[in-house]
Structures are given as C-alpha cells and as structure tokens.
C-alpha cells in the first residue's frame, strides 16, 4: 500500500496537470508575444524617432558611425518613453522612409485626397500621415543640404565628440544633451579662437607701425648723412681747384728741386685728388637717389 502511494507521488511530480498547461498557455506573464519581439509603432512614436534621427544628425553627425548614430537615437526614444532598440529604431526609418519615397515620387498632386482604393492602385500606402511626412520630407532636405555645403570635420573635434559619446552610455536619460553641451563647448573654443587671431591682427598691424616709423627715421638719418657727405666733397673740390692738397697728396713734393717738375707733379697729383673726391660725390649722389625713390 505505502509502495503504491509512492509511485503515484512520483508520477505527479514528474507529470504537470493538463489544466496548469492550459493556465500557463493562457497567461501572458509565461509567455513572450510579438509586440514584446517587434512593438508596434504608432503615428506618436513615429514623430519622436523622426525627431530624434534629425536632432542626432544635426548635432554631430560626421563624427559617428552607423553603429553609434542609432544607439544614441534609441537612447534618446527609451528617454521618451519609446522603448526600442537600435536595430528596431533604423529598420523603422528605412520603412518609413521607403513609404516616403513611394509618396513622393509617384507624381500624383496630392496623396492625402486619395480613397484606400486608388492609393492601392498606385501602390502607395494605405495611410501615412501628414504631418509625419513633412516632417520626414524636412530631414530628407537637411540631409541633402549637409551633403552639398558641409565642411570637413576636425579630426580632433571629431575625436572629442566621441569621447563624449562614449561616456554617455552609462547615462542614457540624457545622451542628447551632453551633445549640444559639446556642441556649445566647441562654439566657446571657436570664439577664443576669433578673439585670439583679433589680437594677433592688431600686434601685427601695431609691429608693421613701428617698423615704418623705424624706417623712416633710418631713411631721415641716411639722407642727412649723405647729405654731409656730398657737402664735404664739395668743399674738398674748391679746396683741391684752389690748390690745397691733402697731407698725403702733398706727400715727397718737397723733394722735387726742380720747379717745372714740381709743378707738373703738383698738377698730377691735384687731378688725381679731384677725380677721388668727384668719384665720392657721383656715389653719394646715387646713395640719395635709392632713398628718394624708396620714400615714394
């Protein structure tokens, strides 16, 4: 009797009932559905990942990859109450945005007039809503206007960028923010940077100042100098026509008893001095010369 009563035990414990099976298929806590896999996205949720894709790409775009660009995006839609993850946030985009194209390009006046019938037909959407589209049609303009006129990022800059988003992955409520913190950062560097090359215009501007001014007093003190010395030469050649030689070109004449070959030896030597001192005064000439034309 006891022998039996254990089996029996046994065999309940190794067997579920049937009814606990049925209760647990019924009960939604046991099971995994398909909105938990893949959640529906409604028009709502649609506008926030839109805004979302337009504010990541606007704020540091060129300095992510794909792989960062949409878990940011999913960060930022979790911190919105859309909880969803990167690969869902980018598959909904490329729906979204295929739905768009259709739209777009099926060259009808206007979607929104259109019955289910006719837009099957075309084989458009049957409902996309309108605002979402503007607001697709918007990044899709922006993203084309980035393409064409966007300059190329600083590679440090781009670095930095990262560094920030790296370090926004432990704080995912506010991923965005720390962006345009950084962004607002880089525009503050920007502005030291303006100010600092200002400054550096002036001390430029101030150094070429001082360097005419110095100029010019150099070139005043030239022309005097030169000056001076063509009023020296000019009183060393009515000196020389006079006949007053200089201590060195009067120099053994003394010597000479005879007064023919004295005064023809005078005469050498006083052409000689007066060819030395016109050759003193044609290069003083041409030294004044050189700094007239520089002053013009």
Request: aromatic residues 4%; charged residues 35%; contains cysteine.
């Amino acid at each position: 009797m006891e022998a039996a009563q254990l089996v029996n035990e046994v065999e309940n414990l190794q067997t579920p009932k049937r009814e606990d099976i049925e209760h647990q298929s019924c009960n939604p806590a046991t099971r995994r559905t398909r909105s938990q896999i893949a959640p529906d996205w409604t028009v709502k949720d649609a506008h926030i990942l839109v805004n979302e894709i337009a504010a990541v790409e606007g704020d540091c775009l060129k300095a992510l990859s794909s792989y960062q660009k949409w878990k940011i995006i999913a960060e930022n839609c979790t911190a919105l109450d859309v909880v969803r993850t990167a690969n869902q946030c980018r598959r909904k985009w490329d729906s979204l945005l295929g739905e768009y194209k259709k739209i777009k390009q099926s060259g009808v006046d206007s979607y929104w007039p259109l019955d289910v019938d006719r837009r099957k037909e075309l084989g458009l959407p049957d409902y996309f809503d309108q605002e979402l589209f503007k607001g697709i049609d918007d990044l899709v303009r922006a993203q084309e206007d980035r393409s064409d006129t966007e300059p190329d990022t600083d590679p440090e800059a781009e670095a930095d960028v990262l560094d920030v988003i790296s370090e926004s992955g432990s704080s995912s409520k506010r991923p965005r923010r720390q962006i345009k913190s950084h962004r607002k950062h880089g525009e503050e560097e920007k502005e030291q940077l303006s100010a600092v090359k200002i400054s550096w215009q002036k001390v430029c501007a101030e150094g070429k100042k001082q360097i005419k001014d110095v100029k010019k007093v150099v070139q005043e003190e030239t022309e005097q100098l030169v000056a001076e010395k063509l009023r020296a030469n000019t009183e060393l050649v009515h000196a020389i026509l006079r006949g007053n030689l200089s201590e060195n070109a009067k120099y053994g004449l003394s010597d000479i008893k005879d007064s023919e070959a004295y005064q023809t030896e005078f005469t050498r030597r006083q052409a000689d001095s007066l060819i030395t001192c016109l050759g003193d005064v044609v290069d003083n000439l041409n030294q004044l010369h050189v700094l007239v034309q520089q002053c013009e």
